[in-house]
Structure formats: C-alpha cells, structure tokens
C-alpha cells in the first residue's frame, strides 16, 4: 500500500487532471455521481486528514507563533482580495464571481502539505498554516464572503458557517479524537489515507465537473484565465510576503504552496449549498482544483532546484537553539 500511496502522491496532478477530462469531454461517464454526495466525500477528506493530524501539530502556534500568524493572514488576506480584483478585472458575472470569491476566501488545499515536502520546503510549518486555517475557516470564510459579495448577492452567513462545521470542523475533529484514542490503529493506515483522499478528490471533480460540462466550456478561455491567474498569483504574493518577513528559504516556500493551493473542492460545495440558484458558481472551484495539482507538481520541481536539504537543517538547528 504504501508504494501505491507513494505513486498515487507523485501523480496526482495527472490523475485529477485525467478524472476532470473524463468528465467534461465524456460527462455521462460521471453523471451518476451526485452532486448531493459532495458534501460527504469532502467530510471523508477531511475526516482522512483528521487522522493524519495530532495535537502536537497545533503546537506550531506556540513555538512559532510570528510564522503561523503570518502564512494565516498572508491566506486569508491575499487570496480573498487577489479573487475580486481578477473577478472585477475580468468582468465575471455575478455566479461565476461568487464561485471565484469562495475559492479565495477558503483555507489551504489539503494537497499543500505534500507540495511541500516534495518542494523542500518548512512541512511543519505547512502542516501547522492547513491546520488552523482550516479550523479557523468555519468563522472567517463566511465572513471573508459576506464582506466581498455583500453588495452583489445576498450571503447567509450562518448557512455557511454551519455548512462548514459539518463538513470540515466535525470530521477533522472526530479524527483527531480517533488518533489520540487510537494511534496504533490510526499508524497502520495512514499509509492508504492519501490514496483514499485523492480517490475521493477526484470522484468530487468529476461530480462538479460532469454536471456542469456545458457550463464550463461555454464559458471560454475567460474562468480559466482567471483560476490560473489567481493560483500564480497566490503563489507569488505568498512568497513574496515571506522575503517581506525575512523568512529563509524553507518557509517562503512553505508560505507561497499554501497560499497559492486552496481547499476548491469545498468552495466548489459550498457553492452548490449556499448558492443553490447560481449554478456556475461551482465552475471556479471545480477548475481551480484540476489546475492547483497540476501547477503545484510543477512549482514542486522549481523549487527543488532552489535549495538543498542543508537548508531545512540549517532552519532546524536555528529552531533547536
């Protein structure tokens, strides 16, 4: 299993960009996938990621607070304004917009952890940005969307907090207890997690995806202009903020991945919960997540060549002392 896993890990932008293909060039291959089943397969991932996760891992926020508070707010500050300056640049009508804003006003992507450690870069300090970026996601996320789409479409702030509570605070919860009732057991699968993750990553694009074929080719170069621009920008900005803050090597890598990568499946279900009569509201989210794991192989490769292990421990030894 774990050679699975491994491969699984190491191709994953090519098998979600194969399941996204199917299903908009042979969308009746994946019409039998319910759009209803969304919300549970994301409490699947985020249960899996649950498992993965200790409470140790929170600790990041009390021995290095000043980065955790930076790469949080470079999240949840970037993102959100970089999806409605491209929205308003672009002109995006009012669904596609919606669907653009919630991509940026959601956490780090679950994949940002293992771009990371593929990249070299500061794993603890990505694993500790996904961890409380999500749980601090049920509170900003509908806030973030209220203050950017309040003027445009009406946003019930407490449908979404809920929402995300049941799909993201409850299942990443749950498995966090698992793990520290069971760790053993919790031990013995994780090598199957990720495979089980990305199967289930994949089964929601090709859901979102299907349904919404003619929707996402009718709309043009247009949505993916701006789903490629706002990841790529993302990335940048977050690198950016971390040569801004003088952080080494590791952690601007650490901070451009989990800026740039977004949890678009839950803004894709979110979409189709909170927005149920704009329906290409789920387009952004469902084209952000084939691109954000193709790009995020090839950011990965990039910023292998920009530094050595000697770095993370040069970085471990200044943590140590």
Not at 229 to 243: D, T
Not at 246 to 259: F, T
């Amino acid at each position: 299993m774990k050679r699975v896993s491994n491969f699984v890990g190491k191709y994953m932008g090519i098998i979600v960009l194969a399941a996204a293909a199917l299903a908009l060039f042979v969308p009746k291959s994946c019409l039998w996938i319910q759009t209803g089943w969304v919300n549970y397969l994301l409490m699947i991932v985020m249960f899996g990621m649950g498992l993965t996760m200790k409470l140790s891992d929170f600790g990041i926020v009390f021995s290095r607070p000043k980065d955790v508070i930076i790469g949080c707010t470079a999240q949840f500050v970037i993102m959100p304004l970089l999806a409605f300056a491209l929205g308003k640049v672009f002109g995006l009508d009012r669904a596609l917009l919606v669907g653009v804003i919630l991509v940026g006003t959601c956490p780090g992507g679950t994949a940002s952890n293992v771009i990371t450690y593929l990249s070299k870069g500061d794993v603890g300090l990505s694993v500790g940005m996904t961890s409380v970026s999500t749980v601090l996601a049920p509170l900003l996320t509908p806030a973030l969307t209220y203050l950017f789409l309040r003027t445009s479409v009406d946003v019930d702030v407490k449908a979404m907090m809920i929402s995300m509570i049941q799909v993201v605070a409850v299942p990443i919860g749950l498995g966090i207890l698992i793990n520290k009732l069971l760790p053993k057991v919790c031990e013995r699968i994780k090598d199957i997690l990720p495979s089980v993750s990305v199967a289930a990553i994949c089964v929601i694009i090709a859901s979102v995806v299907s349904h919404n074929s003619e929707k996402i080719l009718s709309t043009g170069a247009v949505i993916f202009a701006v789903v490629i621009l706002h990841n790529l920008l993302g990335y940048a900005f977050g690198y950016l903020a971390g040569v801004l803050f003088k952080m080494d090597l590791p952690r601007k890598k650490a901070v451009a991945v989990e800026v740039g990568m977004q949890n678009s499946g839950l803004a894709a279900s979110l979409a189709g919960s909170a927005f149920p009569d704009l329906t290409m509201a789920t387009v952004p989210g469902a084209v952000f997540s084939v691109w954000h794991n193709i790009s995020g192989a090839v950011l990965a490769a990039v910023f292998r060549r920009m530094g050595t292990d000697k770095d993370t421990e040069k970085n471990d030894k200044q943590e140590s002392s």
